[in-house]
Structures are given as structure tokens and as C-alpha cells.
């Protein structure tokens, strides 16, 4: 995320110290600066006070604006203006201060699947990897479609006592299941999760597939011995469409797991970024993977 600090606020000597704040996250490489008044750097009141490696940040972030003619996502300024991604300095703090959420069903497997994506699409993934590293990033778990809402919003309620609605300073991205039985198939909204993630400014993602084990490739577990055989066979016999939506919980077996042990997987040494792209070539959608990394790097 690029930031830009209103130029006005240089000249606040109570926002001194919360510029500095809002530097030192750019400093650890969290965000990006976009800064193009050369006057703050010669003529301002925050100049004076500031220390010096912030004055060189400001310098090479005043390079790179010019030369890199970067654009800002976000703008510190001195009223909150959310339409148009204007935050005062005190809610700005907050909201960049704030971890991006990766909300899943089950976030203790699921987050295998993310984990394999990030180590597989090594270009989509190398930044969400060092913001999970940072802890400036983090899976949340919701405990399955019926409990999303509550988790969501008990998330929400952290901020109630903030001077804007909690959603604004929230980021967020909610990774789930379709649990279509068949390609054509509608999504059955039946909690009112899309709309409430409308609601509140969540990104979202509905998976094409029936369910996040329906990505794995069968040459992966085709051998476990302790699978059901007899529903396995059943599923090497299905067009790689009907694959899409069979229910792999089928192929448990009371000594062996699917929802517990093929997640997995997908962080195995094994996996490859060309089985998962071909694990999606036939989908309407066959870069499905890499959008889904994109929109979480969109939110940090």
C-alpha cells in the first residue's frame, strides 16, 4: 500500500510525533511513501524536529515519487474523508497500525491452502509471505459458514469506540467453500455472508470449486493405502469437472482423515505451482489461484 501524508500536517506541531509514527512503518518496509513536496524538506516545522534517518526517508521517498511517478492508495490529511480514501492522522494511525485478517472456515488447515499458494506463486506470494512473517498479517479463524458473521463482527467490535464506523478501519478477506455439488450449481447464500461482507467493506472470495481439498492433485494421495478404495475408484472414473465437486470427506476412512490430513498437501514438497494451474486449466476461471493472491496483496 502507498501512503500519502497531507503536506499540511509537516506544519501541526502536535503531529510531529504521529507523522513519525506513520514514517516508521514505511521505514520497516510496511508501506510505501508517496511524497512530492520538495517545501516540507526545506521549510517546515516537522523538519526541524525530525530525526535524521526519517529526514532520509523522506528525501529517497521525494526521489521515487518524481522519478517513479507512483500513485497513493491512501492519504493522511487533516479531516476523515473515507469516500475518497482520506483519513484524518489519528484514524490513519489505526487503520495502517491495524493487521491485514485472512478470515477461513477452518483456519488451522485451510490456511494450508493459502500457505501452499504463497510457496508455489512465488512472484504473487513473496510479499504476503513477509507479512505474515512480520505478524503485520494473520489467518483468523470463523469455525465454519454458520459462525462467520459472528467472528467477523466480533473483530468489528474491537473498534466501537472509535470516531468512525468499524468497518473503515478493518482489512480483511474472507476465504470459503462454495459446497457446490455440481458445476452449475448456484451459491446458497444461506448465512447472508455476501451481503454482510458488502456490508462492511470485506473483500471476498467464493472458491469454484466445491470445497479447498478439490484443488489437490490426485497423483499426491492416490497411493495412501488407508483412503476408501472403493470411493476412490469411483473418483478416478469422474471428468475432471465432476472431480470439482466431489466430496472428498468420502474417501475417509475412520483411520484416515481427508478434512484433517489433505490440506497438507498443498505445502508439501511435492506440490508444484504447474500441478496447481493445471488442477484449474479446465475451470472458468483458470488463474483462480493467482486472483485469489491478489486480493490479499491488494489489502497490505
Not at 99 to 122: Q, R, T
Not at 127 to 150: H, P, S, T, Y
Not at 154 to 167: R, V
Not at 214 to 240: A, V
Request: hydrophobic letters at 35%.
Amino acid at each position: 500500500m502507498v501512503i500519502k501524508i497531507n503536506s499540511s500536517l509537516f506544519n501541526e506541531e502536535d503531529c510531529v510525533n504521529k507523522i513519525d509514527t506513520i514514517l516508521g512503518l514505511v521505514l520497516h518496509r510496511r508501506y510505501e511513501l508517496f511524497f512530492d513536496d520538495e517545501d516540507v524538506l526545506e521549510n517546515s516545522f516537522w523538519i526541524n524536529e525530525a530525526r535524521t534517518n526519517y529526514k532520509e526517508l523522506l528525501f529517497e521517498s521525494f526521489v521515487h515519487t518524481i522519478e517513479g511517478s507512483i500513485k497513493y492508495d491512501v492519504e493522511i490529511n487533516e479531516k476523515d474523508d473515507i469516500s475518497n480514501k482520506q483519513y484524518s492522522i489519528d484514524n490513519g494511525i489505526i487503520f495502517l497500525e491495524g493487521k491485514v485478517l485472512i478470515f477461513l472456515e477452518n483456519a488451522k488447515y485451510d490456511s494450508y491452502f493459502i500457505k501452499g499458494l504463497i510457496s508455489n506463486f512465488k512472484n504473487q506470494g513473496k510479499k504476503i509471505q513477509r507479512f505474515l512473517d512480520k505478524r503485520w498479517a494473520a489467518f483468523e479463524n470463523c469455525g465454519g459458514k454458520g459462525n462467520v458473521i459472528n467472528q467477523i463482527s466480533h473483530i468489528l467490535s474491537t473498534y466501537d469506540n472509535e470516531s468512525l464506523e468499524s468497518y473503515n478501519y478493518l482489512r480483511a478477506v474472507l476465504i470459503i467453500d462454495s459446497d457446490r455439488k455440481y458445476k452449475d450449481e448456484e451459491y446458497r447464500d444461506e448465512n447472508g455472508i455476501v451481503k454482510f461482507c458488502e456490508d462492511n467493506n470485506i473483500s471476498m472470495h467464493i472458491l469454484e470449486k466445491r470445497e479447498m481439498e478439490n484443488y489437490l492433485p490426485m497423483r499426491l494421495y492416490e497411493n495412501i493405502d488407508l483412503l476408501n478404495q472403493s470411493e476412490l475408484e469411483k473418483f478416478k472414473k469422474l471428468t475432471f469437472d465432476e472431480r470439482d465437486y466431489f466430496d472428498m470427506e468420502n474417501l475417509s476412512t475412520r483411520v484416515y482423515l481427508t478434512k484433517k490430513n489433505f490440506p497438507m498437501f498443498f505445502d508439501h514438497e511435492a506440490m508444484s505451482q504447474e500441478m496447481l494451474l493445471n488442477q484449474c486449466s479446465h475451470q472458468r476461471e483458470p488463474d483462480e489461484l493467482i486472483i485469489i493472491l491478489k486480493k490479499i496483496t491488494s489489502l497490505l
